[in-house]
Nanobody, 122 residues
Framework: QLELVESGGGLVQAGGSLRLSCAAS????????MGWFRRAPGKEREFVAV???????LVGDSLKGRFTISRDNTKNTVYLQMNSLKPEDTAVYYC????????????????WGQGTQVTVSS
C-alpha cells in the first residue's frame, strides 16, 4: 500500500519551469509503476507520464521534449520536471501508483495523491 503526497506546484509564467515531487510512504514503492496525470478545469483527466519499475519512461505525445519523469527509489519519490510551460499546462497534477495493468489508463491505478495545482500565466 502507498500513500502519496505531491508538492512543488505553484504559479509560474509561460516559458518557466517547475519540478513536481511525489513522496510515497510504504516499503513497496520500487515495485510500483508511478504515473503523473493532470486535470484541467472542465476537462477529462489526462495522462502525463509514467515510469515503470525498470526505469523505462513514457511521456504523453504532446508533452514530449518539455516534460521528464524520474524516480529515486532510495527516497521513495517520483519527480516530474516541466519546462517551457504553457498556459494550457494549467491543471491539478496528480501522481499515482500501480502494480499491474495498463499504465496509461487512470482507472488502473490503485493509489493517488491529493494533487498539486500548477498555474501558468501568459
Amino acid at each position: 500500500q502507498l500513500e502519496l503526497v505531491e508538492s512543488g506546484g505553484g504559479l509560474v509564467q509561460a516559458g518557466g519551469s517547475l519540478r513536481l515531487s511525489c513522496a510515497a510512504s510504504g516499503d513497496t514503492f520500487a515495485s510500483h509503476a508511478m504515473g503523473w496525470f493532470r486535470r484541467a478545469p472542465g476537462k477529462e483527466r489526462e495522462f502525463v507520464a509514467v515510469i515503470i519499475r525498470s526505469g523505462a519512461t513514457l511521456v504523453g505525445d504532446s508533452l514530449k521534449g518539455r516534460f521528464t519523469i524520474s524516480r529515486d527509489n532510495t527516497k521513495n519519490t517520483v519527480y516530474l520536471q516541466m519546462n517551457s510551460l504553457k498556459p494550457e499546462d494549467t491543471a491539478v497534477y496528480y501522481c499515482a501508483g500501480t502494480l499491474t495493468g495498463n499504465v496509461l489508463v487512470p482507472d488502473q491505478y490503485l493509489y493517488w495523491g491529493q494533487g498539486t495545482q500548477v498555474t501558468v500565466s501568459s
